[in-house]
């Protein structure tokens, strides 16, 4: 065998075991994740608004927004603030946490990170690292360590929490810390 039959030999050998080796391609026609588990939706510095016949409920801002319609909930990040009024229309409380999921269905939102809830009516600030509104009882909850500094009073140290959403009337299910009057 000559020396550029034998070349030749090497060159086409090598292309087709290097051709033949495996790739990480996917399979032709097939997404990386399935449909479902996409949002079907992204919105960038967004502002909903919650109305209930002309009564003004909730106003949400977030900097990202995902819909998951197959999953039937909204995830809320890059900081998410929320204001809740009252049936006359003024500003009632508000919350300012760092990520938020609600149910689509119910509207029940748990908002999660740095919590914070202030209320307007009372001066109460709850803080936490998870919460849960719940839209049908329009109760706040949270099984989680709470904060609750209101004018002239401090609770420091309790575990898990029930509130109304104006943290007007509020329980402390095991207080650990202190009571500051």
């Known amino acids: 065998m000559t020396r550029s039959a034998l070349m030749q030999w090497i060159l086409a050998a090598s292309l087709f075991l290097g051709g033949s080796?495996?790739?990480d391609q996917g399979q032709p026609g097939?997404?990386?994740l399935p449909y479902e588990a996409l949002p079907s939706n992204t919105l960038f510095?967004?502002?909903?608004t919650f109305l209930d016949s002309l009564w003004l409920k909730a106003r949400v801002r977030a900097g990202r927004v995902q819909w998951y319609p197959s999953q039937q909930q909204t995830l809320l990040d890059s900081g998410v603030y929320v204001e809740f009024f009252s049936p006359a229309l003024t500003r009632a409380a508000r919350l300012w946490c760092d990520?938020?999921?609600v149910e689509n269905a119910?509207?029940?939102m748990w908002a999660f990170g740095s919590v914070?809830?202030?209320s307007d009516s009372t001066g109460a600030r709850l803080t936490t690292t998870w919460l849960q509104w719940d839209n049908r009882s329009r109760k706040l909850r949270t099984n989680a360590f709470v904060r609750i500094e209101r004018p002239g009073e401090l609770?420091?140290?309790g575990q898990g929490f029930e509130s109304d959403e104006y943290l007007k009337h509020y329980t402390i299910?095991?207080?650990r810390g202190t009571v500051t009057p």
């Not at 510095?45 to 909903?48: P, V």
């Open 173 to 175: 299910f095991r207080v």
């Open 155 to 157: 609770v420091e140290g």
């Open 116 to 118: 914070r809830v202030e």
């Open 99 to 101: 990520s938020a999921r």
């Open 106 to 108: 119910t509207n029940d």
């Open 45 to 48: 510095g967004t502002e909903i």
């Open 30 to 32: 097939r997404d990386p």
């Open 21 to 23: 080796g495996c790739t």
